[in-house]
């Protein structure tokens, strides 16, 4: 007899659905799965075996065949347990094939019949209801994380016994939808920008940055609060919606990063890998290219500290992510994409010794081992980051003050004010902050008088700036303007842009 059964892979962050197709005919014992199985699916044959067993069902002693279909795509995971356990049950009449085909069914098997935890379940959840789908059977353990969906009914059991109970009639499960408002979660630090002691200036650029959702390099000795300053970064970025958090949590689930004690991201990611991290954890890849820290970090931000110590190798492949917000990972078995649209924050020392144009210490560097050093960060590379900004050695006076600046929830106001001008103003462009604004809207959206443009001429041409490095300061002065709450981008907005992209010109024309 045969039996169909629906579920569904996920290939990056979509999902393929897949029919389950069960047959029992006679003839010598056997158990085959077809179909591109991977080998969590191939050894799903035992697993499958002793869970029907062990639950007190009849396990088919005669030839088995499961095909997954469309057979022509590979089929990874252990969430295929589940479908594959009910469809034999259907195959052999222990459950009505009538009431299988109402469901589609998600979950890892036990040996003892326990369902578990499986990684994936948002997006999979997303892409069955995408399908017209809308009752779907998960392991108990994920109903946290499944339940946030709408229009769609989740029913989660700890075990086959309970899933056969459900079908049968003899076991009610009401299925539920819960997602907290983003008022229930205040979001809370153990650090702020007050701490900082001294250093407005760069704050001033970190409000700018997080304003306009624009890159930023940090360059100065050690000791300058470099470090210090970037881990505060997050405290002021504006808070993720509902939309942005389920974009956000789908790519952890298919990491399998979810936090245990939690069902929905609320928080901007901050990802901060170490000098030593491969092209392939930061990118992502792997025989199924899983998520990379450009992914991890969408959303967020990307801290690189000690920028010039990452091999230049690893860090030229930032250059496609930043520039299409979007990763593609090609591989024999598939080729996936990964949103990766992240606030890049950097520090590095300008030199070796860490002390070229340092007015406190002197630089004990050659001119040709500065250059060396700082050609680590190809041109290309640093033209795509939008602000570069030098930090200076904090004065003992501002140490040993009293004074503190303004907190992350006080800069944080001003930027959520300017943020929600740029939704309005792009709120037909599918598009959130300036620093997403493509050249062809750039001229209808930042408009500039006479005066604007003959010092945005003197600057290129003095310069010698990019049309990237043009775009990017106009912006730039776009959000500038905003933060100030003016319709117009004024000579002063203009010209602190420009001072912005001016010091890669102090350090990389040694």
Not at 212 to 236: V, W
Not at 446 to 469: I, P
């Amino acid at each position: 007899m045969l039996s169909n059964i629906i579920s569904c892979v996920l290939f990056g962050l979509d999902g393929e659905i897949v029919n389950v197709e069960a047959d029992i005919s006679s003839g010598l014992p056997s158990f085959s799965i077809v179909g591109l199985p991977d080998t969590a699916v191939r050894e799903s044959k035992e697993r499958i075996r002793a869970a029907i067993k062990n639950s007190g069902f009849k396990f088919p002693v005669k030839r088995i065949t499961i095909n997954l279909a469309p057979a022509n795509t590979r089929k990874e995971g252990t969430h295929l347990d589940l479908p594959i356990a009910m469809g034999l049950l259907g195959a052999s009449n222990q459950i009505a094939s009538k009431t299988l085909a109402e469901y589609a069914f998600i979950g890892e098997l036990s040996l003892n019949g326990n369902l578990n935890k499986v990684i994936g379940v948002l997006p999979i959840v997303i892409s069955l209801r995408a399908k017209g789908y809308k009752k779907i059977i998960i392991p108990k353990e994920n109903f946290d994380e499944a339940r946030i969906i709408e229009d769609i009914e989740v029913y989660p059991f700890e075990n086959l016994v309970e899933v056969m109970n459900f079908l049968k009639g003899d076991l009610k499960i009401e299925h539920s939808f819960n997602i907290e408002t983003k008022d229930n979660h205040d979001r809370t630090y153990d650090v702020d920008l007050s701490e900082v002691s001294g250093q407005q200036g760069v704050i001033r650029a970190f409000e700018i940055a997080a304003a306009g959702g624009h890159n930023i390099i940090l360059i100065g000795p050690p000791g300058s609060g470099k470090t210090m300053l970037a881990r505060r970064f997050p405290t002021i970025l504006p808070d993720m919606d509902i939309e942005e958090c389920i974009e956000v949590t789908k790519i952890y689930s298919v990491s399998g990063l979810l936090p245990s004690n939690s069902s929905l991201i609320r928080t901007r990611p901050f990802i901060s890998p170490h000098h030593t991290a491969s092209r392939v954890s930061l990118i992502g890849g792997g025989k199924v290219p899983k998520p990379g820290d450009v992914s991890l970090a969408h959303l967020g931000v990307l801290f690189l500290d000690e920028l010039t110590e990452f091999p230049k190798s690893v860090l030229e492949v930032l250059r496609q992510p930043m520039e299409d917000e979007e990763v593609t990972i090609s591989r024999v078995n598939a080729t996936v994409t990964y949103p990766s649209k992240f606030i890049l924050v950097a520090s590095m020392n300008p030199c070796p010794c860490g002390y070229y144009n340092d007015p406190q210490n002197e630089c004990s560097c050659a001119p040709y081992q500065v250059k060396k050093y700082l050609s680590k960060i190809s041109g290309p590379l640093l033209d795509r980051i939008d602000m570069h900004i030098e930090v200076f050695p904090v004065e003992y006076k501002e140490l040993a003050g009293e004074s503190k600046g303004k907190t992350s929830k006080e800069i944080k106001e001003n930027i959520d004010k300017a943020r929600i001008i740029q939704l309005d103003r792009y709120e037909k462009e599918n598009i959130r902050c300036n620093s997403q604004l493509p050249p062809r809207l750039i001229k209808e959206h930042c408009k500039l008088g006479k005066e604007q443009n003959s010092l945005l001429e003197t600057a290129f041409k003095k310069l010698r700036l990019s049309a990237r490095s043009y775009n990017k300061i106009i912006k730039l002065s776009r959000t500038i303007a905003d933060l100030d709450n003016s319709e117009r981008i004024e000579v002063k907005h203009i010209s602190e842009a420009i001072q912005y992209r001016s010091l890669d010109k102090n350090f990389w024309n040694i």
